[in-house]
């Protein structure tokens, strides 16, 4: 597991998923520090990573990364520490729409799409 404070690459990202799920990098992105927690089997695992690295539980959001696709299949919003009824997210996916584009812009920011 490792947070991605600097900017990563797509030959990185397909060598990580290469080593877990064949064509998937499980992430966990801190919308508000710009941080992204890649490398783990589950996402609470770096959910957790994240948490004792001093992120806040309201901004840190659960996805899927595909580095053999492109567009809109390269980040897919499904993870169950999504589910937040207290954060008006009643499933896996990010329901708000404005949240799907910071966490879209954070994975841009740290990795080399």
């Known amino acids: 597991m490792q947070i991605i404070r600097e900017k990563f690459t797509m030959d990185e990202l397909k060598q990580m998923a290469a080593g877990t799920f064949g064509d998937m990098v499980k992430a966990v992105v801190d919308v508000d520090r710009e941080l992204v927690a890649v490398d783990a089997e589950l996402h609470s695992d770096l959910e957790a990573l994240l948490l004792e690295n001093g992120s ?23 993870s169950l520490i999504n589910i937040r009824p207290s954060q008006d997210n009643r499933s896996r996916g ?8 910071k966490i ?10």
């Open 94 to 101: 990010v329901e708000n729409e404005e949240l799907r584009k």
């Open 104 to 113: 879209a812009a954070v994975v841009a920011k740290r990795i080399n799409i």
């Open 56 to 78: 806040r539980q309201k901004n840190i959001w659960g996805i899927n990364l595909y580095p053999d696709m492109t567009g809109e299949e390269f980040i897919e919003f499904d």
